[in-house]
Each structure stands twice: as structure tokens, then as C-alpha cells.
């Protein structure tokens, strides 16, 4: 097997690649497949200069390169991916966390004006939002709910790799009636694109994330939302709040419906590209 060096391995997917991605964005592919098969940090790889690698790094590359060319997520092919400074283990059971979702964990953990003693997130897929909110306030009990058995097995092994303790639970968002525990604070990314919106979506995300994690119906975007509202009533302490990453079309329908339900001190931020994506609400 012909065997390549870091540039000939950075010049490939530049080349094999410019019709899939845009150049930025192949090249922090190549530093993140480089530094997977290395096994090295950022500052390593940095400095190691060009040497030629072995046959079987020149491999596991090319095969990387392959599944790429494919459009799988880089984060999928590796097996892992960062959240808010935690290494958090993913596949394709559960959504690659997104930067506005870390946009969404900095609001509440710097949000001075909530209890954050009891916190639930609903339907939390590779675990990322309770892991991060336990990381930093450690002496809060952290809930957390998916529907999907999956998703579950990745968010209780991350919980494992970094001894955090975070109690995770199988419950439907949809048909939870049994479920009555209180707490100060709920925090949920639900699934709120529309089907309208696939054709606005990247091949990668279509083609390879879970879409019972993303989509809605055109005729019921808010479907989760409204449920999880309806039992914030029920399970959110006096004065508890609720916190939620929304569809950026549809600000004013989210803001509409908790005033509908007699939520107070609806505020909505937008993200760092301008887009109306995350909302708070106190309980009425």
C-alpha cells in the first residue's frame, strides 16, 4: 500500500472534496480525521511538521476519506465530538450537538435570576445539555428524558466516561402523565423542523441523523413544545422556569403559545449568526 504524509493526505480531501464542503470547513475535517488517527491534540498536530505515515494510518485516512465523500459526519466516522469542554461520545442514534445548543447552556448557566437546584431537560439524545449543566453546578439534580432506548445507551455511557451523575429516564414527552417529580428548571431541544425546511438542510444531516429527532409536521411544528409547556404547569416549581431551543421562523408562534398558557417574563435571544433560536419562560 502506497503510503501517504500529512500534506498529501490535506491536498486529497481539498481535492476530493471541494464539490461536498466548502474549503474552510474540509479543512477542519483533515485536522480532525489527522488528529483522530495520530491520536494527537490540536497543538500536536500543529507541530509535527510532514512526515510520511504508516500504511495503516495512510488506511484508516483513506477510509475516513471514503465515508466523508459519502457525506457522513466526521463526528459519526470518529465516534465522539465537543460540547460546552466535554467529550461526548455520538452516533447515529443520536443528533451531533450544535453550537446554538451551547449558546442555549451558557444562557441558563449564567442566568442569575433561576434556581437551577432541579433541572430536567426533555429529550436529550447523546446527553449533552444535563451533562453540561451537572458539570458546572454539581449539586443540582439533573433528569433527563428521551423516548428513544438508543440514545439513552449513548447519553448513560457518556454519563460513565465523565462521572457525572445524571439520572436518565425513557419517558415519551408526548404521554408522561405518570411523571411528577418537581423541578426548578426545564430546558428541552426538541424536534421543530418542518418538513418544508428539508430542502433548506445539508446532504450530511439528512442523509445520516436521526430524523424522529428533527422533524415535525408542517400542520404541528410546535407539537413538543406545547406539550412540554402544558407539563411545565404541572412539574415546574413556583416561580421554575422553562427553556427551550426554537425554530428560528417561528418566534412570535413560540411566544404566542406561552402567553397562552399564562407563562410571564417570555424572553427570546438570538444566537451568535442572528437567528431567534433560543426562548425562556417563567412559570405562571
Given at each position: 500500500m502506497e503510503r501517504t504524509s500529512i500534506q498529501e493526505f490535506k491536498a486529497a480531501m481539498k481535492r476530493e472534496m471541494a464539490d461536498i464542503y466548502p474549503q474552510?470547513?474540509?479543512?477542519?475535517?483533515?485536522?480532525?480525521?489527522?488528529?483522530?488517527?495520530?491520536?494527537?491534540?490540536?497543538?500536536?498536530?500543529?507541530?509535527?511538521?510532514?512526515?510520511?505515515?504508516?500504511?495503516?494510518?495512510?488506511?484508516?485516512?483513506?477510509?475516513?476519506?471514503?465515508?466523508?465523500k459519502n457525506t457522513e459526519p466526521i463526528q459519526y466516522i470518529i465516534g465522539h465530538t465537543h460540547f460546552y469542554e466535554l467529550e461526548l461520545m455520538v452516533n447515529p442514534s443520536v443528533l451531533i450537538p450544535r453550537p446554538e445548543t451551547e449558546e442555549l447552556v451558557h444562557w441558563i448557566l449564567n442566568d442569575t435570576s433561576i434556581n437551577k437546584s432541579s433541572i430536567l431537560d426533555i429529550g436529550t439524545g447523546s446527553g449533552c445539555i444535563p451533562l453540561a449543566l451537572k458539570k458546572q453546578t454539581q449539586d443540582a439534580y439533573v433528569e433527563a428524558w428521551d423516548i428513544s432506548k438508543e440514545a439513552l445507551v449513548v447519553a448513560q455511557q457518556n454519563a460513565k466516561n465523565l462521572d457525572l451523575d445524571v439520572n436518565f429516564k425513557e419517558v415519551d414527552a408526548l404521554n408522561c402523565d405518570g411523571e411528577l417529580t418537581m423541578f426548578t428548571c426545564i430546558v428541552s431541544n426538541p424536534p421543530y423542523v418542518r418538513q418544508l425546511e428539508k430542502i433548506m438542510m445539508e446532504a450530511n444531516v439528512l442523509k445520516h441523523e436521526p430524523h424522529t429527532a428533527l422533524f415535525v409536521e408542517d400542520n404541528d411544528a410546535l407539537l413538543f413544545y406545547r406539550a412540554i409547556a402544558e407539563k411545565g404547569l404541572e412539574i415546574l416549581s413556583a416561580d421554575g422556569v422553562l427553556f427551550f431551543e426554537i425554530n428560528e421562523y417561528l418566534e412570535n408562534e413560540m411566544t404566542e403559545l406561552l402567553k397562552g398558557l399564562n407563562y410571564s417574563g417570555i424572553e427570546c435571544r438570538k444566537d451568535l449568526q442572528g437567528k431567534a433560536r433560543m426562548i425562556k419562560a417563567r412559570r405562571p
Open positions: 474552510n470547513e474540509i479543512m477542519q475535517l483533515s485536522k480532525l480525521a489527522l488528529q483522530h488517527v495520530l491520536d494527537l491534540n490540536p497543538t500536536q498536530l500543529l507541530t509535527l511538521g510532514n512526515p510520511t505515515l504508516s500504511a495503516e494510518q495512510t488506511e484508516a485516512l483513506n477510509q475516513i476519506l471514503i465515508r466523508l
